[in-house]
């Protein structure tokens, strides 16, 4: 069973950064994504990295923006968010796949809410 802890969240003004954070514990991935659900709408996939970093993938409204990363050794991933935009306010999900067969996340966070006014 794998757990997953995100941290960062908050408040910021739109133009601003902020970094999230995720710990896993109980075990390793082979990929290691975010999602987010905004108010009233479906949890959609933001990004998305393979172990060791080898492959990323992010949704077309992030890139240029986002940047995902992780560290294998202290099986942790987070998320780079530059230039952020009202647009970008929800709660957003770790989520972990367990191997390369996975093609849904497997386990995922309780969330942590990023907040951008304009």
């Known amino acids: 069973q794998v757990q997953l802890v995100e941290s960062g969240g908050g408040l910021v003004q739109a133009g601003g950064s902020l970094r999230l954070s995720c710990a896993a514990s109980g075990g390793s991935s082979y990929a290691m994504g975010w999602f987010r659900q905004a108010p009233g709408k479906e949890r959609e996939f933001v990004a998305r990295?393979?172990?060791?970093?080898?492959?990323?993938s992010y949704v077309d409204s992030v890139k240029g923006r986002f940047t995902i990363s992780r560290d294998d050794a202290k099986n942790t991933v987070s998320l780079q968010m530059n230039s952020l935009l009202p647009e970008d306010t929800a709660v957003y999900y770790c989520?972990?796949?367990?191997?390369?067969?996975?093609?849904?996340?497997?386990?995922w966070g309780q969330g942590t809410q990023v907040t951008v006014s304009s």
């Open positions: 989520a972990a796949y367990i191997s390369i067969w996975s093609s849904q996340p497997n386990y």
């Open positions: 990295i393979t172990r060791r970093g080898i492959n990323t």
